[in-house]
């Protein structure tokens, strides 16, 4: 007996390991040797390819595409419509599959709707990718990239509000009040 819930419509492939409490919706389809964690969420219409590895928590939004190369640590949210991508110069007529490239997506990020994330590139821990960015290259852990090509143009929390250092180079978050430092461009959580 399965401990988690797929409707209906979604396809589930042999051989992929899905967690406890995770919910699969309409359209999805999962692929064989994929890994999913205890209680995500994976939207309408969301392929997880082979050897994927999604960890605990992880929410993805309605037409996600999440291919082979991607691991996805605890507590992700992947928005709507957002792409990653696994080679660098695909081309149709040639076969690139021992070309893949990973991306590393760390603990509590989020990635905004429909946000491009190219691959062979790390997203730190609770970093925030704004709607419609595309990253291009690696995101500091705590970072808010916005953009096409993304640029940091700040730094958030771990509940998702941005940060204002004071002279000192600390922050408190209001919700939270968590504090945090920035040293040397990085943010540790105090």
């Not at 797929?6 to 999962?30: L, M, Q, R």
């Not at 040797?33 to 939207?43: A, F, K, L, R």
Request: charged letters at 15%.
């Amino acid at each position: 007996m399965k401990d988690f819930f797929a409707h209906e419509t979604a396809v589930i492939d042999n051989n992929c390991s899905i967690g406890k409490d995770t919910k699969i919706w309409h359209f999805s389809h999962i692929m064989s040797n994929c890994v999913i964690g205890e209680q995500c969420n994976i939207g309408q219409n969301v392929v997880v390819s082979s050897q994927v590895i999604l960890g605990k928590n992880v929410k993805v939004q309605n037409n996600v595409s999440i291919y082979t190369g991607v691991i996805c640590e605890d507590d992700v949210f992947l928005g709507p419509s957002m792409v990653f991508t696994n080679v660098i110069n695909p081309r149709s007529a040639i076969k690139r599959k021992n070309e893949y490239q990973k991306t590393l997506v760390k603990k509590g990020a989020s990635i905004g709707a429909n946000a491009t994330i190219v691959c062979g590139n790390t997203i730190g821990e609770f970093a925030f990718i704004g709607a419609g960015a595309v990253v291009t290259k690696e995101v500091l852990p705590y970072a808010l990239v916005v953009g096409n090509p993304s640029k940091q143009i700040g730094w958030v929390g771990e509940f998702g509000h941005r940060l204002a250092f004071n002279e000192n180079g600390i922050a408190t978050c209001k919700e939270s009040h968590q504090k945090y430092q920035l040293k040397n461009n990085s943010v540790i959580k105090l």
